[in-house]
């Protein structure tokens, strides 16, 4: 039942919550030592203050600018050294025992980047990768998820044909929200074409006055900001697809062809092409063993999962297959950042 499944996401952050806690114990005390990697590479996407939502589906894709900065200070006192991306190979390969490595990153391209984000690097002098999807930069593509929430926001009751006939699902609550936001999801990312399913989606946004390439307008950045992002020392700008697609669910030829583009259209806005690389979604489903020989024959130095995992000296073996750790806004506290980056949960939670 779709309440069921909102009831099984909240015992799924309460069981996450338990665990940082227990990682947390585990690192003050030293215990589970040898679990610790050489480094880890941050996953963030919007970088903004806090505004409150009822419904609130992507909270753990934004992060607040004062816990970007604390999460930054955190690392500081326990001896990170920040790496840009592109560079981290090289780093570990000559890294002396002991020493940790941390590189940001931050995906889709967001305004809120360059505007919150890229102060608090600069003020630290922290290297960061801004991965950048040119059919959002270009708004010739919206994205979906953005799209979806806010059609539920607006919407009391919606009507949808998942494939099966049209439904209707109330939205009275954000529970019955939640549930709904559920099944699109679902629907998008596994039953039916992927482009085809954002089309439906976008079809019946619009008849509800809600235009999805306006939000990609008020949400990414545009071709000037993207130049003068670049014009900063500490910023890189990666790969990312153009259409921001599971790459892993196209063709040989449509996956290559949305990572190769995006580089040539990168390089047409920035001036050179870049050499690193983001998986959309960056999970297992998404991601196969196929994309990172892709990225591999397309030059990129370096290509990012969203597979969890620290860094170790044998990570960059397969350069085009590294993992990342996501700093999720469900869970905002400096402290969980040193156990993330340890690795002492994922190390919890193979046991």
């Known amino acids: 039942m779709p309440i069921q499944s909102v009831m099984r996401q909240r015992l799924k952050r309460a069981v996450i919550t338990g665990g940082l806690e227990v990682a947390c114990l585990a690192e003050r005390t030293g215990l589970m030592a040898s679990a610790r990697g050489m480094g880890a590479i941050f996953t963030l996407h919007h970088v903004r203050p806090k505004a409150p939502h009822a419904f ?6 934004e992060i607040t600018p004062e816990f970007l900065d604390a999460a930054i200070e955190h690392l500081k006192e326990e001896g990170y050294q920040f790496v840009a991306l592109a560079d981290m190979p090289g780093r570990l390969a000559i890294a002396r025992a002991g020493e940790r490595f941390a590189a940001f990153t931050l995906d889709d391209g967001y305004r809120n980047n360059a505007l919150h984000a890229q102060p608090v690097f600069t003020r630290h002098k922290v290297p960061f990768t801004v991965f950048v999807a040119p059919g959002l930069a270009c708004k010739t593509h919206g994205i979906w998820w953005e799209t979806l929430t806010e059609l539920l926001r607006a919407a009391p009751h919606l009507e949808f044909d998942f494939g099966s006939g049209p439904v209707t699902m109330p939205l009275a609550t954000p529970d019955l929200k939640q549930a709904a936001y559920s099944r699109f999801v679902r629907f998008i990312q596994s039953e039916v074409e992927e482009a085809v399913a954002i089309e439906k989606l976008d079809t019946v946004a619009r008849a509800h006055d809600i235009d999805p390439l306006m939000i990609t307008e008020r949400l990414v950045m545009r071709e000037p900001e993207l130049k003068s992002l670049a014009l900063n020392p500490l910023a890189s700008i990666g790969g ?3 259409s921001h697609r599971a790459l892993a669910r196209l063709s040989d030829e449509e996956a290559r062809r949305e990572m190769d583009q995006s580089a040539e259209q990168i390089a047409a806005i920035i001036g050179e092409r870049p050499e690193t690389f983001a998986y959309p979604y960056g999970d297992r489903a998404a991601v196969s063993p196929r994309e990172h020989r892709l990225a591999s024959d ?15 000296a044998r990570s960059f073996d397969t350069p085009t297959a590294i993992p990342r750790i996501s700093l999720n806004g469900l869970y905002q506290k400096p402290k969980y950042v040193g156990a993330l980056a340890s690795g002492i949960p994922f190390k919890l939670m193979r046991r």
């Open 240 to 242: 990312h697809t153009v």
């Open 56 to 61: 609130d589906p992507n909270a753990h894709l």
């Open 298 to 312: 397309l030059g990129f130095r370096v290509a990012v999962t969203t597979e969890p995992g620290t860094l170790s």
